[in-house]
């Protein structure tokens, strides 16, 4: 075990600490490391909504880069940013232990739903499914990693903004909000509610660990991490994703749990401003390779035969305009 693994992150604070997860994870292991950190397009453009950038893998693209030209070995990514597709060459390796899939709200002061609000995301799905269940609240674009994007809510006459629980929890803001604690960068006291009503995206809350197909040394290396309920479950979402034919940030949830030796699964689609809203539901028990692949892309079908496809055709109709 000679050779240092190089490993490939963002230089967020969330990124960093995934990275520095999967570092330690690995040394356990006998692995020497080192951390490449760089900054992706997704990190430097923050004056535009992820959608209007028209860029699959935003956050992704320039790890894949510098591992094909051999910058860096491996790359850690949150899951829900990675395109279903990989680029030639690169493959998903290992898929850790599955955090929180909610979203959470996070708010100054407690709110009262039934009047006007403005509430901050840059997800097309959480503005869609918050504007379905509140049309009479108003949502803006909200940019930027974790804590610029605490620090812009803090700053801005915003009523809220919501968040992936899991990324609260890994940096230990989450605990400092529902004490309504004061913490250091950004210094907000706040109030944290789980919004256990809203589909995730594909894959929230899970990290992946991508190789190079042709190294063989990493890959084994990587492959000792993976945990399979969260492979089979994230699997099971993206397949549902992919047979959508859409983006990551197009208004799509789904989530697939463990549930008596049973796979449940969720899905839904809904319109750009939350009017229109298709849901699936399915459960099926485990084959014997321990592997539904077709599950999610069976209730795909089933959603696009049910009002889905004439929907998806509107939706990228909008978003191309």
């Known amino acids: 075990m000679s050779k240092v693994i190089c490993i490939g992150t963002r230089d967020s604070e969330l990124a960093l600490w995934q990275a520095n997860t999967v570092k330690k994870k690995l040394e356990n292991l006998g692995y020497k490391t080192e951390l490449v950190p760089v900054k992706s397009t997704g990190d430097l453009i923050l004056d535009k909504p992820l959608y209007e950038l028209g860029i699959t893998g935003i956050f992704t693209k320039t790890l ?18 990675v395109p279903t597709a990989l680029p030639k060459g690169i493959i998903q390796t290992a898929v850790l232990e599955r955090a929180e899939t909610d979203d959470i ?5 407690k709110i009262d739903y039934t009047k006007s609000c403005t509430i901050a995301t840059g997800s097309l799905r959480r503005k869609a499914q918050w504007l379905h269940r509140y049309p009479h ?7 930027g990693n ?22 609260l929890e890994r940096l230990d803001y989450l605990n400092n909000y529902l004490s309504e604690a004061k913490i250091e960068s950004p210094s907000f006291g ?26 063989d040394y990493c890959t084994e290396a990587v492959s000792k991490l993976n945990h399979k309920p969260s492979e089979i479950c994230t699997q099971i979402e993206r397949d549902f994703l ?28 809904f319109s750009l ?7 699936v539901e399915s459960s099926s028990a485990l084959n014997s390779k321990g592997l ?22 509107e939706t990228k109709a909008e978003m191309e305009k």
């Open 292 to 313: 539904q692949v077709n599950l999610g892309i069976l209730d795909a079908e089933r959603l696009l035969a049910d009002g889905g496809e004439e929907l998806m055709k």
């Open 105 to 109: 709200l996070v708010t100054k002061d």
């Open 190 to 215: 706040g109030v944290g509610e789980d919004l256990d009503w809203m589909l995730p995206a594909p894959a929230q809350g899970a990290m992946v660990i991508v190789t190079l197909q042709n190294d």
């Open 242 to 269: 992919r047979k959508l034919e859409s983006g990551c940030t197009a208004p799509i949830g789904a989530l697939a749990t463990y549930v008596d030796d049973d796979i449940k699964f969720k899905g839904c689609l």
């Open 146 to 167: 974790v804590q610029t994007r605490l620090q812009k809510l803090q700053d801005n006459d915003w009523d809220g903004a919501i968040f992936a629980k899991a990324g």
């Open 137 to 143: 609240h108003k949502v803006v674009d909200l940019r």
């Open 64 to 81: 894949d880069v510098a591992m094909l030209n051999g910058t860096v070995d491996i790359a850690v990514h949150s899951m829900k940013d």
């Open 273 to 279: 401003d939350g009017q229109q809203k298709i849901e």
